[in-house]
């Protein structure tokens, strides 16, 4: 007796495991992805925790820096730690130790002559992209070793993947929290506009949008030149970018940018080639969405000016911590963090809500809107 139901419930397991088992599959880029039983009411519940994860609903998050720079390394760390993400790290590369036969094709070294760095960097980011391509990474996101983001970066990356699944007609529970049909998010820049028909996705009345006076964006879309729209988020499809801060990239979209930037060339910066291929002039079609303000910026720490940048040189003048494109910078607020604090202050004083309480603070939900033809 004690046999037979030992086999009986060494029988039943195995059903439960062969029922499992044929509830998933596996993705073509090598992840799993489980039988859905949401009901589409359901759905943007479940894609929200997704993106709740250590990755902000990415496979992966790397960020690009010399391992020299213990610095940036330490202060990327402990941003990540404080805000519950994950980073894994892209060396650097420098210049003088890329043989001239690896240059592009139409790389123009008179051209910059003035600015060797920015081979080094294009060579950085051509390593993660084949990294992606090579390991079959469904989504990654890369970022510089100085940027920084919102302390409220989950959240506020929920309410912008609900703007993206809009935007792109995301029906149902996709593979991506972000919607299936996208290459590039542009998520941070210091200027951007849009591409295409006039078609925003809106979170009204953002906190974290960055206040009117202190957003230095060299380009914006129209509509945020509205004042009704100062205070709003938009969100769109997107082209004519500048600054490589953050940018998330799907396989195909890793792929494609490999092929246009490396395999074809290009002779310019490489935030220049991201915005050639967004802007669909590489001859590879490229969808890329983003964000007015950006959603990620920029930071330096305390210092002399000469530490700031691996690519341009600065002097001796001393300068204080400082954040460009955040209302709550991760990175100025590390101190409260770490004495558990959930008062967190904000990037400047002249704002609508200089503190903020982290257990109780929201993004509003946001809504389509197509501007009236003028």
Not at 231 to 238: N, Y
Request: hydrophobic content about 35%.
């Amino acid at each position: 007796m004690h046999i037979f139901t030992s086999r009986r419930l060494i029988s039943s397991l195995l059903i439960v495991c062969i029922v499992l088992w044929f509830s998933c599959f596996r993705h073509g880029d090598g992840s799993w992805i489980g039988t859905s039983t949401t009901n589409p009411t359901d759905s943007d519940a479940l894609l929200d925790s997704r993106i709740r994860n250590s990755t902000l609903g990415f496979q992966k998050i790397f960020a690009i820096g010399f391992k020299e720079r213990t610095d940036k390394h330490d202060a990327i760390t402990l941003a990540a730690s404080y805000t519950g993400l994950e980073v894994d790290w892209f060396e650097g590369v420098r210049a003088a130790n890329i043989p001239p036969k690896a240059y592009p094709a139409v790389w123009t070294e008179e051209k910059h002559r003035d600015k060797p760095a920015e081979l080094g960097s294009w060579r950085a980011h051509m390593n993660a992209l084949r990294h992606i391509v090579e390991n079959k990474i469904s989504s990654a996101v890369l970022i510089e070793d100085d940027s920084d983001w919102d302390v409220n970066i989950k959240a506020q990356m929920v309410e912008f993947a609900r703007g993206t699944r809009a935007l792109l007609g995301t029906d149902g529970v996709p593979f991506s929290p972000y919607g299936d049909s996208w290459d590039m998010l542009w998520l941070g820049h210091c200027g951007i506009n849009l591409r295409g028909d006039p078609k925003f996705y809106v979170i009204p009345n953002d906190l974290t949008v960055t206040p009117r006076p202190h957003q230095n964006e060299f380009v914006r879309p129209g509509l945020a030149e509205d004042p009704n729209f100062e205070k709003h988020r938009l969100i769109f499809h997107a082209d004519n970018a500048i600054c490589s801060w953050a940018m998330a990239f799907t396989y195909e979209g890793a792929r494609k940018a490999l092929t246009a930037l490396s395999y074809v060339g290009i002779d310019e910066p490489v935030d220049l080639g991201y915005n050639f291929l967004c802007t669909n002039i590489l001859h590879v079609p490229y969808k890329c969405l983003s964000s007015h303000p950006s959603i990620m910026g920029t930071w330096a720490q305390r210092g002399p000016a000469s530490r700031d940048s691996d690519i341009t040189d600065g002097d001796d003048t001393w300068h204080e911590a400082s954040s460009r494109s955040l209302t709550y910078s991760t990175m100025l607020n590390i101190l409260p963090l770490a004495n558990n604090k959930t008062t967190i202050s904000a990037t400047w004083d002249d704002v609508p809500a200089p503190k903020i309480d982290t257990t109780t603070f929201k993004i509003p939900s946001g809504y389509l809107y197509t501007p009236d033809p003028a």
